[in-house]
């Protein structure tokens, strides 16, 4: 027997559905301040550079400084949002609460578009470092290998997990400490090196040498910076004491970010050949350390031991967050039911291993018609990203006004002004990514998705949804808030 409302279906299911489906908690502050960071940290190491090609220095610079002040407004607004509605979904509930089904459904297809697609870019750029040690060896068999070591890990227990990312977290935050040190102390770090990116016939050289045109076109690449911390309303399912450890720890993971994002741009701007090479560098790491000990083994030894705790650390974490969506989506029964099934662990080993299949056919299938793959999965990454942030703006927005007696155990200082003010600049950099030739590709793949998904839902997910799924339950009880 299903119940119906409106449009929607409600699947009647065994007892025991829940009960196969369940996760296990055991996440305190620190475990998620590290998952959360885990997750970003590889922008620090690849992909933020080209937005020096694009706008110059202080064209990438501005970029940051806005694109930051984005992502305080989004991370204070998800600190309040993961307390009141403290489920594996994140995203897809609380835009599910806030604009029903539909939408809920489509900024949950836009965050698991985010994660597989960037762990896609980050074994892509891992198997580019490694081809220096290893260059005969095909790159498909790196991308396997790495994603079956990572996903192994994640099946095994969420303890293994988390302490994983814990390690890798803080080897990658050392590797990124000894680096700015070093420049500084070797005196390699060059100031003058920051402005020598060329300038547009008319444009200034140490200001902006591709104009005003050039901060908006570095605006997607200052996003990597600080792209999946809004992994961790993920993991709500799985930590301790929400109200008082979720939001402490996007917080300060968020200025953590903040910190690493601002040393990386200015002293990895400033060595070897400057902005200039740096902007077209896949490894920009690389130039700074070839700079410090000259190019040969030493260098190409290190970058790699380097780049591959930083890439490791987020493919590791963003894998995590891949698996958690799908298995949320599934639950709810968005889509098939068969995904969710959790393992004796309590890990939803079947959406990890589906995340890896797609996110393997990704890079493979990219890999076959670009020479710049790792740009092109960035740019469809951020905008699957901004998407989904913007949708969950307006939730909290909307859940404000509309639900003003839920419960927030923890509520955001920036309240609807910060919401409002996040919006607005998702806004605008969903719109420099549409606007910038070279990024739609990229973004006609999504929007193809997207399309896709609606089809899927209307023919498909409407009719088979769970009520006792927890998104679901706390959308149709929260009715009694509204007012």
């Given at each position: ?59 990438l ?7 930051a ?38 900024c949950?297809v ?26 005969n ?26 302490n ?53 076109a ?5 996003i ?16 301790n ?39 077209q ?47 949320s ?16 662990n309590h ?34 990454a ?36 910060g919401?409002?003010?996040g ?10 990514c ?15 998705v ?34």
């Amino acid at each position: 027997m299903q119940k119906s409302r409106g449009i929607i279906s409600y699947k009647n299911v065994p007892k025991n559905y829940l009960r196969q489906r369940q996760l296990k908690r055991g996440a305190d502050s620190f475990l998620l301040w590290s998952l959360g960071v885990g997750a970003v940290i590889s922008g620090d190491f690849f992909g933020w550079n080209y937005g020096l090609a694009a706008g110059g220095f202080w064209g990438l610079t501005i970029a940051t400084f806005v694109i930051a002040i984005m992502y305080l407004c989004i991370v204070y607004s998800l600190a309040e949002l993961s307390v009141a509605l403290p489920h594996t979904g994140g995203f897809y509930s609380f835009t599910r609460n806030a604009f029903g089904p539909f939408w809920g459904f489509i900024c949950g297809v836009a965050v698991t578009i985010e994660y597989v697609l960037t762990t896609a870019a980050i074994v892509f750029s891992m198997s580019n470092y490694l081809k220096s040690l290893i260059p005969n060896v095909p790159s498909y068999l790196l991308w396997l290998l790495a994603y079956t070591i990572f996903v192994a890990i994640a099946i095994q227990s969420v303890e293994l997990t988390l302490n994983v990312s814990v390690f890798l977290t803080l080897a990658a935050m050392l590797v990124l400490g000894i680096f700015y040190v070093s420049m500084l102390a070797a005196d390699v770090f060059k100031p003058e090196q920051l402005f020598n990116v060329p300038a547009n016939l008319g444009e200034s050289a140490t200001w902006l040498p591709k104009g005003w045109q050039g901060v908006f076109a570095s605006i997607p690449y200052a996003i990597w910076f600080y792209l999946a911390i809004e992994i961790l309303p993920l993991s709500s399912e799985e930590t301790n004491d929400v109200p008082r450890n979720m939001p402490k720890a996007l917080i300060l993971g968020m200025f953590t970010l903040i910190a690493l994002s601002l040393l990386t741009l200015v002293l990895n701007s400033g060595v070897g050949g400057g902005a200039a090479a740096i902007g077209q560098s896949n490894v920009p790491l690389k130039d700074g350390l070839e700079a410090y000990f000259g190019k040969g083994v030493t260098s190409d030894v290190l970058t790699v031991i380097a780049l591959t705790f930083g890439l490791v650390a987020s493919f590791h974490t963003v894998i995590y967050g891949y698996g958690r969506s799908l298995f949320s989506l599934s639950r709810a029964g968005y889509i098939p039911h068969w995904i969710s099934v959790t393992s004796e662990n309590h890990t939803p080993y079947r959406a990890l291993i589906l995340g890896t299949v797609v996110g393997l056919i990704c890079v493979m299938l990219i890999d076959l018609g670009s020479d710049a793959v790792d740009a092109v999965i960035l740019n469809m990454a951020v905008f699957a990203a901004l998407i989904s942030y913007i949708l969950v703006m307006l939730s909290y927005i909307k859940l404000k006004l509309s639900c003003p007696n839920l419960p927030r155990p923890y509520e955001s200082p920036l309240g609807i002004f910060g919401a409002s003010l996040g919006s607005i600049l998702g806004i605008f950099a969903l719109v420099a990514c549409y606007f910038i030739p070279a990024y739609q590709p990229g973004i006609k793949g999504i929007a193809l998705v997207l399309i896709i998904a609606t089809f899927y839902f209307f023919f498909c997910s409407r009719n088979r949804l769970v009520a006792q799924a927890p998104e679901e339950a706390a959308a149709l009880s929260n009715s009694k808030f509204k007012t």
